[in-house]
């Protein structure tokens, strides 16, 4: 069974960093191209991907501001997130792409 459990979700004021962490299970983490993506409105928005390799794509909004990162050893995806906006505010998740498993999410809410 997959389990993903994201952390690091606050509230942040405009221009502060967050740091994202999602703990993957029962999956051969490692094989899997990850990705992190968020909902607000109703709406869900993938912000980047990661493959095994470490070849990384962003969504045009977060370029520059937002890295993404694995560590393999610890089966965890990371999401570094810096120069917050409030349109980054959403519930944030990771997730093994190909697969149906979503974790709970975790919120990021930025305002002053």
């Known amino acids: 069974q997959v389990q993903l459990v994201e952390s690091g979700g606050d509230l942040v004021q405009p221009g502060g960093s967050l740091r994202l962490s999602c703990a993957v299970s029962g999956i051969h983490f490692s094989i899997y191209v990850m990705g992190w993506y968020r909902q607000a409105r109703g709406k869900r928005e993938l912000v980047a991907t990661i493959t095994n390799d470490g070849r990384t794509t962003y969504a045009d909004s977060v370029k520059g501001r937002f890295t993404i990162s694995r560590d393999n050893a610890k089966n965890t995806v990371y999401l570094q997130m810096n120069s917050l906006k409030p349109e980054d505010t959403a519930v944030y998740y990771c997730?093994?792409?190909?697969?149906?498993?979503w974790g709970q999410g975790t919120q990021v809410t930025v305002s002053s």
């Open positions: 997730h093994p792409q190909s697969t149906p498993s």
